[in-house]
Nanobody, 124 residues
């Protein structure tokens, strides 16, 4: 089992940057594929980015491609989401999620573990 805790959210102006972190407990973090999702008020949770256990394969949603970058540091049991050129439409609660030995997974139902979320608000 793994527990996930997100941090790094906040209020930022459009065009600015934030880096989200997701710290994981447990000794088997390096065996988990990790995803970032977001959910805006009144909308469904949507896929943002994914990274394999080794970090050699990543995938980003078209809406964030070229602006957001997912990465991980297995020595620190942490996955990151660097968000640049933020837009008002990026405003949402951002969640990290984990599934052991996962290939690319883009549906929320595919993941077994979730963090509590961190709020990102982009002012225009």
């Amino acid at each position: 089992q793994v527990q996930l805790v997100e941090s790094g959210g906040g209020l930022v102006q459009a065009g600015g940057s934030l880096r989200l972190s997701c710290a994981a407990s447990g000794r088997t973090f390096s065996t988990y594929g990790m995803g970032w999702f977001r959910q805006a008020p009144g909308k469904e949770r949507e896929f943002v980015a994914f990274i394999t256990w080794s970090g050699d394969i990543t995938s980003h949603a078209n809406s964030v491609k070229g602006r957001f970058t997912i990465s991980r540091d297995n020595a620190k049991n942490t996955v990151y989401l660097q968000m640049n050129i933020l837009k008002a439409e990026d405003t949402a609660v951002y969640y990290c999620a984990a599934r052991q030995f996962a290939g690319k997974l883009t549906r929320p139902d595919d993941y077994d573990y979730w963090g509590q979320g961190t709020q990102v608000t982009v002012s225009s």
